[in-house]
């Protein structure tokens, strides 16, 4: 009894009560997340590639590639032979030629990918960009103006904010770059609002102004009532008369002008104006004048 009251508990048998408090961990608990994580998904595969020379599809499947090979954790010889089913046309006839010989156990993801940017990136593909970049304009919205350069400036890879801003501001429309200059945005997203805005009540208001006149046949027709043949019918004979008299009565003989002299004649060609008429800028065989002249007026001007 004595023995078990004067007995001080030791440091040891303080960790090994507490080492018996603590429960187990379960193996599933003791895995990493990022472990668990990768084993319950399933990456998708990436597309095929046929060998097309575009800057962006290469880059987006090489980056497709090196996911897939990280989630799976393929390794060689796996590499060699999954490589070589998703390579097809000219893609394939280079990935056979090229690994022909080689040993699947030794080829890495890395060594293809280095071997076929070189080969299907065009050399002068950097020069392309900045030409690309260096004369794009808008000529449809800004938005889709503003897509093409995000994808050129991504794609050269050493564009900054201030010179995004800069092309951004220079490439559109003439009097949407004036409202934007004029308004003096400080970031790319202000230019991008500003230009968009303006741009969009633009376009509505001339879309606003276009009247389509789908019915034009009738809508301007100004011709007046069309004839009632009534009235004609109850028009009496003596009416009629009475018209045609005045209608000869009111009758003239038409003017008629002097023949001209050789001198009038080059005096009006020196002017320029018609020999029929007498009056500037044109010619007698042009003339729509009601004035007849005596003969030897209508010569050949």
């Known amino acids: 009894m004595d023995d ?45 590639y046929d060998g097309k020379r575009d800057v962006q599809v ?13 989630l799976t954790g393929a390794q060689p010889p796996a590499v060699f032979y999954y490589l070589n089913t998703i390579f097809t046309k000219d893609a394939a006839s280079w990935f056979r030629f090229n690994f022909r010989n080689a040993n699947p156990t030794l080829v890495t993801w890395e060594v293809v990918k280095e071997m076929l940017v070189k080969h299907f990136v065009p050399v002068n593909h ?23 350069l995000a994808q050129l400036a991504m794609q050269i890879g050493t564009i900054n904010e201030v010179e995004f801003l800069d092309k ?27 230009a968009d805005n303006y741009d969009s009540a633009m376009f509505r208001k001339a879309f606003n102004n276009f009247q389509p006149n789908f019915d ?18 109850s028009t009496s004979t003596d009416t009629r008369s009475a018209i045609q008299i005045d209608s000869f009565k009111t009758k003239s003989r038409e003017p008629t002008l002097q023949k001209l002299s050789e001198s009038e004649r080059t005096r009006l060609r020196d002017i320029g104006a018609c020999f029929k008429c007498r009056k500037q800028g044109h010619m007698a065989r042009e003339c729509t004048s009601k004035v007849f002249p005596n003969s030897g007026n209508g010569k050949r001007q």
Not at 18 to 44: I, S
Not at 126 to 141: E, I
């Open 4 to 48: 078990l009251a004067n007995h001080t508990p030791s440091t040891s048998d303080f960790e090994q009560q507490t080492q018996q408090e603590q429960p187990v961990p379960t193996q599933q608990e003791a895995r990493p997340a990022q472990t668990m994580f990768t084993m319950h998904l399933k990456p998708k595969q990436p597309e095929k």
């Open 58 to 70: 290469i880059d987006n499947w090489t980056a497709s590639v090196d996911s897939y090979f990280a």
């Open 126 to 148: 950097r020069r392309q960009l900045r030409d690309d970049w260096a004369y794009t304009r808008q000529t449809g919205t800004v938005k889709e103006y503003y897509s093409h």
């Open 168 to 194: 951004f501001v220079r490439g559109l429309k003439a009097k949407t770059k004036m409202e934007v200059i004029f308004r003096n945005p400080k970031t790319l997203d202000e230019a991008l609002e500003l």
């Open 216 to 233: 034009s046949s009738w809508q301007g027709d100004t011709r007046g009532e069309p004839m009632h043949l009534d009235t004609l019918r």
